[in-house]
T-cell receptor, first 113, second 114 residues
Framework: SQQGEEDPQALSIQEGENATMNCSYKTSINNLQWYRQNSGRGLVHLILIRSNEREKHSGRLRVTLDTSKKSSSLLITASRAADTASYFC?????????????FGAGTILRVKS | NAGVMQNPRHLVRRRGQEARLRCSPMKGHSHVYWYRQLPEEGLKFMVY????????ESGMPKERFSAEFPKEGPSILRIQQVVRGDSAAYFC????????????FGPGTRLTVT
């Protein structure tokens, strides 16, 4: 199976609730990035966390990284209907040529108003 | 500062025709990456280029696909003799010379092969 697998595959929550998405990967990494994609659109970069970092915040986003478990989580607090999108994690593997990102299949988040 | 530009946004080709997808990276960015996204799937890496050089083409199909990033002008992804299985969204991303590792994506080109 491929690097960067997200779970759950789909998540449906009410506006105002928190949403947590997880990502697991297989090889050692230089960094891990989270992207958002609205239906039929391009990707928007959300946050990058380096392999020597454990937690990072950006607005309502909180990302954690556990390199011992090869996993990351993305938490969106106080969700809004506009957060409805697909969320992808992508890893820059330390074992491959730098810059080549490996994406997971994504988590589809639906926030109901 | 304009973002990554891709054109066309939508492209329809008949089987056997050629498809040319263009990508202009952000100003000051000399690293370009192409990814392909099939429906309901994540992005798959195709090729990584710097000006006039292919750095990594491990994700490119061996036949019919080629990419270039000339000294002047946009990066081009070329698909010859398209087949229905080539229908997908093709995304280009760029990153700065300093390799900050954040890749900025264009809006994509949606290729439909009829």
């Amino acid at each position: 199976s491929q690097q960067g697998e997200e779970d759950p595959q789909a998540l449906s929550i009410q506006e105002g609730e928190n949403a947590t998405m997880n990502c697991s990967y297989k090889t050692s990494i230089n960094n891990l990035q989270w992207y958002r994609q609205n239906s039929g659109r391009g990707l928007v970069h959300l946050i990058l966390i380096r392999s020597n970092e454990r937690e990072k915040h950006s607005g309502r986003l909180r990302v954690t990284l556990d390199t011992s478990k090869k996993s990351s989580s993305l938490l969106i607090t106080a969700s809004r209907a506009a957060d409805t999108a697909s969320y992808f994690c992508a890893t820059d593997s330390a074992e491959l040529i730098r810059g080549k990102l490996v994406f997971g299949a994504g988590t589809i988040l639906r926030v109901k108003s | 500062n304009a973002g990554v530009m891709q054109n066309p946004r939508h492209l329809v080709r008949r089987r056997g025709q050629e498809a040319r997808l263009r990508c202009s990276p952000m100003k000051g960015h000399s690293h370009v990456y192409w990814y392909r996204q099939l429906p309901e799937e994540g992005l798959k890496f195709m090729v990584y280029l710097q000006k006039e050089n292919i750095i990594d083409e491990s994700g490119m199909p061996k036949e019919r696909f080629s990419a270039e990033f000339p000294k002047e002008g946009p990066s081009i992804l070329r698909i010859q003799q398209v087949v229905r299985g080539d229908s997908a969204a093709y995304f280009c991303a760029s990153s700065p010379r300093s390799l900050s590792y954040e890749q900025y994506f264009g809006p994509g080109t949606r290729l439909t092969v009829t």
